[in-house]
């Protein structure tokens, strides 16, 4: 049996992410949960802030930003950027902050994961702004990466630690590996395999 | 130490959903990972898929779609929407197909979660087109829902169950609650602190 809740958008769980961005000339890192893949093969990703957000100011002016991903033991620093706004609080020197190829989109060092961004596409629906972002690199920890058939990557979600969070207003960590991608629904049917275009997108 | 790993998309980790939606007068089922909170005070969410998607097809001739949030039980089923399209297989039956105050959002009875969602922004970026979407009700199976100051909430996302997914290729549980949102950052100082257009969007 079904109860209504309302117009509430339960997605469960959601990335936590801090994103970068420089405003009147200074890095400043918001925590948010409103982060997605957008596409795999091209590479986008999705955030999204209200007008009013100090970050959403030097997104416009630059045309840029970053994404990066706190591992648990960032769990209060992470909270931190949420808690307080760039409006009020310098958050330019919460983080190491390096650059990379686009060179105004700062990123936090202290993130095992960072993905700089160019903006190539907006969407506003009443006072929030969404922008779609062309990951131009990925910089990961070389602790992180390892190398299969030539190509580097994370080999294992469980060690990079991230956050959730959940609209229970909690903190999760990440559980147990519980399957393979492509591999679990085998057995209800082959018919029909997808090709690089299918459903699922979010796949490498 | 950073490496570069290239144009890869790594937000870390995906909540896997089920995008709901009438194709020729019939329900389809996809697999997903590109699915996101985009705000919660308007209860905004967002779906992105390739212009091939069969689902895609529904959601433009309908202006309407559902998001359903499968609980790990319900894995192979999940992973068999995203291996197969809805251009060679009827995945109409997979699930028990009920509709909302909507009544062309087809929502999968056995997830635990269904937003009616209706179409209110898109953004086609290359081949993908994202759709952002008012939540129009959440509809929760009784079991996890409970009360709190005469409002019905989810109150413990651990109960629910719901299905990771990573640039791993491999699906996850959720692990513990670890923190409080709010409160983690609390010590870290006050001032400078939020209202409701903070940062932290995805919150209630």
């Known amino acids: 049996m079904k109860k209504k809740l309302g117009r509430i958008p339960y997605v469960y769980p959601i990335p936590i992410v801090l994103v970068g961005a420089n405003v009147n000339g200074r890095p400043n890192y918001a925590e948010i949960g409103d982060c997605a893949v957008m596409a795999v093969q091209a590479a986008l990703v999705t955030v999204s802030l209200h007008e009013d957000h100090y970050t959403t100011k030097g997104i416009v002016e630059n045309g840029t930003y970053s994404v990066n991903v706190p591992s648990t033991r960032l769990l209060s620093l992470a909270d931190y ?50 922008f779609a972002g062309e990951v131009v690199e990925a910089h990961v920890d070389e602790e992180w990466v390892s190398e299969e058939g030539g190509r580097r990557v994370i080999a294992d979600l469980t060690r990079l630690d991230p956050i959730l ?19 679990e629904g085998e057995g209800l049917g082959r018919e029909g395999r997808q090709g690089q275009t299918g459903e699922r997108a979010a796949r490498p």
């Open 81 to 130: 950027c949420g808690l307080v706004s760039g409006h009020m609080v310098d958050k330019s020197t919460l983080f190491e902050t390096f650059y990379g190829e686009l060179g105004t989109a700062p990123m936090a060092a202290e993130c095992p994961v960072n993905l700089e961004c160019r903006v190539v596409g907006t969407l506003a629906v009443g006072k929030r702004h969404l």
């Open 165 to 183: 969070y959940a609209l229970d207003n909690r903190y999760y960590s990440v559980g147990k590996p519980i399957g393979v991608g492509y591999a």
